[in-house]
């Protein structure tokens, strides 16, 4: 099988991994590139951390619920090919963060309440609700954990984006907090490829930051490019 021309390592809970892979999306539309969805694990990354020490309350439950539904893509990958992985975090991804739907347990997610109408959605079987606690499925993502953060370093987190695999550049993010116009698209990866490419480029970040524009966090962006706060159900739009 030829290699794809993006390998794009993806957590399903990670907004910002979903707002990349959109965009990415946008990128491989316009210039006819395949892209390989493979895993990283959050909960993975973080295994010997205490939550209750480092994160927010609700990150563990959010994190072990990617890790689940990540088994379902590994057994996924394994009896329905690459295409259906790109579909199933396509659908994931729609629903956990562009629907609205109550985001309040990040834990819900990884429930066979949550997965089993993603699934009937896609046509897969429902069946593949079961791997949610086939904990052997595991070393395949922790294989493919460190397989990214060997292109990259420890100190990331996701995605991980491999461009031109094998040979070519990975980098971390790049973190996005919006989705560019259909027309900036191709211009931002080539930015983004170009100094990733430089063999002495290092690190470039800022930490402001705006919320990630998704339903998900309470902003939805209309379709004249309005930004649209909802709150209670009710939208305030701001120009």
Not at 38 to 53: E, T, V
Request: aromatic share 10%; glycine share 10%.
């Amino acid at each position: 099988m030829a290699s794809s021309d993006i390998r794009f390592y993806f957590d399903p809970v990670c907004p910002f991994a979903w707002m990349t892979s959109r965009w990415v999306r946008m990128v491989a539309g316009q210039r006819d590139y395949t892209v390989e969805w493979r895993f990283i694990s959050l909960r993975l990354l973080n295994s010997h951390i205490d939550y209750d020490a480092h994160f927010p309350v609700g990150y563990e439950a959010g994190h072990t619920a990617g890790l689940r539904l990540l088994r379902v893509a590994a057994r996924t990958r394994n009896e329905h090919g690459l295409e259906a992985v790109a579909r199933l975090y396509e659908q994931l991804g729609t629903h956990i963060f562009d629907l609205r739907e109550d985001d309040s347990d990040g834990g819900h997610r990884g429930t066979v309440e949550f997965l089993a109408p993603i699934l009937t959605e896609i046509g897969l079987p429902a069946e593949l609700a079961g791997a949610l606690e086939d904990a052997s499925l595991d070393p395949v993502i922790q294989a493919e954990t460190d397989e990214a953060l060997s292109l990259t370093g420890k100190d990331v987190g996701t995605p991980i984006i491999h461009f031109d695999p094998p040979e070519g550049v990975a980098f971390f993010g790049p973190v996005i907090s919006r989705l560019p116009e259909a027309e900036d698209a191709g211009e931002l990866w080539d930015h983004v490829v170009g100094l990733a490419r430089f063999p002495g480029f290092a690190e470039l970040k800022r930490s402001l930051r705006e919320r990630p524009q998704l339903r998900s966090f309470g902003v939805d962006v209309g379709e004249a490019g309005r930004q649209e706060d909802w709150h209670g159900g009710s939208r305030r739009t701001k120009k």
